[in-house]
């Protein structure tokens, strides 16, 4: 039976590795402590099964116990401000700060402040490029339609349904990582 466990845990450990290592890295700077979290993470898989414990959705778990490993360590650490990650020189997430928690808030709200960059940051890659390219003029970059129009020889309209499309999907497609910062 033992045999067997290892062999189901091993299984995970080479199946979900490398995502969940990505998963990390896009939130800790410090390759060591992305290390660290991840055998942190597969040993509380090892333990919870030396003791029994059911996990049905076993991925999930995993990026649970990272996200709360990920938690612990900024709680440990005194918060880097936002502009020290380097993300002051982007213009576009500047324009954003009256949106996201406080980098001072905290290592929980700097965590919340990360992540909600990092999935709207995929969120708008996924875009179509035309309504990327309106969405980032308009909301980002502050130009108007009007200018817009001018500039593309493409009508307000067409640009102001972009535009539409483009907020409807950021909505659906953020809504979840949304749900879930507001449940904790």
Known sequence: ?????????SEVVKREQSRLRNFIRRRVPDPRDVEDILQDVFSELVEANSLLMPIEHVTGWLFRVARNRITDLFRK?????????????DEE???????????DAGPEALYARNVLLDELELAVDELPEEQREVFVAHELEGRSFKEMAAQTGVSVNTLLSRKRYAVLHL?????????EFTKA
Do not use: T
């Open 93 to 103: 997430l500047l324009q954003l700060e009256d949106l996201l928690p406080s980098p």
């Open 171 to 179: 909505r659906e497609r953020l809504q979840s990582i949304y749900d």
């Open 77 to 89: 650490k005194k918060p880097e401000s936002f502009s020290d990650a380097g993300a002051a020189d």
């Open 1 to 9: 039976m033992s045999l067997e466990k290892d062999r189901r845990i």
